[in-house]
T-cell receptor, first 112, second 114 residues
């Protein structure tokens, strides 16, 4: 099993550009989430999903969109990149609400 | 919604000493409390977790305690070693009926000096 796979690992965007961060898991987990990690701020929840076709907002959803058309994939879309979105992004999946979360390797995004 | 506060933000100990990291949560319906370790440049990985029906759990040098009444939980590392140096995150999860969100604290950077 590959676990949770994120692409790309690194990305530089110009302000105003859009892009999609990809996340795929092969563990048949129902729960998937996107977090951003900034120094001193911990891991902040952007959006999450409890199953295909179901998504909801987390702590910092503004500027990001998600969709969950399949159990395996949970892409994160940046609509119009801003320097404040410079961060490390992690995708995570869990079997259920009270289970271990498995993280992808992270995407380091810089918006200039 | 759920809010998790973690202290301290940095902790420096001598090898062999104990380290304690504390977290508080706001949602009394939270029922699952994991701890993650993140080494430099790596992804977070689970080291121990506890559920709301248990007050304490131990795994070798690591233990976690939970006080549901006070809504706080703590990570205890005994006989620290240099390889324990990392950032540690606590988290709290609500039940499925409440969305099952996993909310993290701000992190504690632990440094173990040889």
């Amino acid at each position: 099993n590959a676990g949770v796979t994120q692409t790309p690992k690194f990305q530089v965007l110009k302000t105003g550009q859009s892009m999609t961060l990809q996340c795929a898991q092969d563990m048949n987990h129902e729960y998937m989430s996107w977090y951003r990690q900034d120094p001193g701020m911990g891991l902040r929840l952007i959006h999450y999903s409890v199953g295909a076709g179901i998504t909801d907002q987390g702590e910092v959803p503004n500027g990001y969109n998600v969709s969950r058309s399949t159990t395996e994939d949970f892409p994160l879309r940046l609509l119009s990149a801003a320097p404040s979105q410079t961060s490390v992004y992690f995708c995570a999946s869990r079997r259920q609400s009270g289970a271990e979360a498995f993280f992808g390797q992270g995407t380091r995004l810089t918006v200039v | 919604g759920e809010n998790v506060e973690q202290h301290p933000s940095t902790l420096s100990v001598q090898e062999g000493d104990s380290a304690v990291i504390k977290c508080t949560y706001s949602d009394s319906a939270s029922n699952y409390f994991p701890w993650y370790k993140q080494e430099l440049g790596k992804r977070p990985q689970l080291i121990i977790d506890i559920r709301s029906n248990v007050g304490e759990k131990k795994d070798q040098r690591i233990a976690v305690t939970l006080n549901k009444t006070a809504k706080h939980f703590s990570l205890h590392i005994t006989e620290t070693q240099p390889e324990d140096s990392a950032v540690y995150f606590c988290a709290a999860s609500t039940s499925y009926n409440q969305g099952g969100k996993l909310i993290f604290g701000q992190g504690t950077e632990l440094s173990v000096k040889p």
